[in-house]
């Protein structure tokens, strides 16, 4: 059974930073790719950025040149680092695991609980 243990989540005012963290426990067999989704009130969820086990990067167009993804192979641990935020990126946000870029969560294969990320005007 493969855990996903998110925090770094919080209350931030627009312009500021925040770095989430997620850790992956369990069985992990072959290739992964780790990143992020986020879901707001009432919209559908959407991808953040995504990097794969080789760390090649992909990022939604909303959050280029803001966000950057890092991941440690070593501790199963992928990082999203979020500067310039907006009231906009308030959301739940996802740690997830699968294959390939993630691009749609059909190739997501396990999903974080969430964690709260609230950006304040």
């Known amino acids: 059974q493969v855990q996903l243990a998110e925090s770094g989540g919080g209350l931030v005012q627009a312009g500021g930073s925040l770095r989430l963290s997620c850790a992956s426990s369990?069985?992990?067999?072959?290739?992964?790719?780790m990143g992020w989704y986020r879901q707001a009130p009432g919209k559908q969820r959407e991808l953040v950025a995504s990097?794969?086990?080789?760390?090649?990067?992909n990022y939604a167009d909303s959050a280029k040149g803001r966000v950057t993804i890092s991941r440690d192979n070593a501790k199963n641990t992928v990082y999203l680092q979020m500067n310039s935020l907006k009231p906009e990126d308030t959301a739940v946000y996802y740690c997830?695991?699968?294959?390939?870029?993630?691009?749609?969560?059909?190739?997501?294969?396990?999903w974080g609980q969430g964690t709260q990320v609230t950006v304040s005007s």
């Open positions: 990097i794969t086990s080789g760390g090649s990067e």
């Open positions: 369990g069985k992990i067999l072959g290739r992964n790719s």
């Open positions: 997830v695991l699968g294959v390939g870029v993630l691009r749609t969560p059909a190739f997501v294969d396990y």
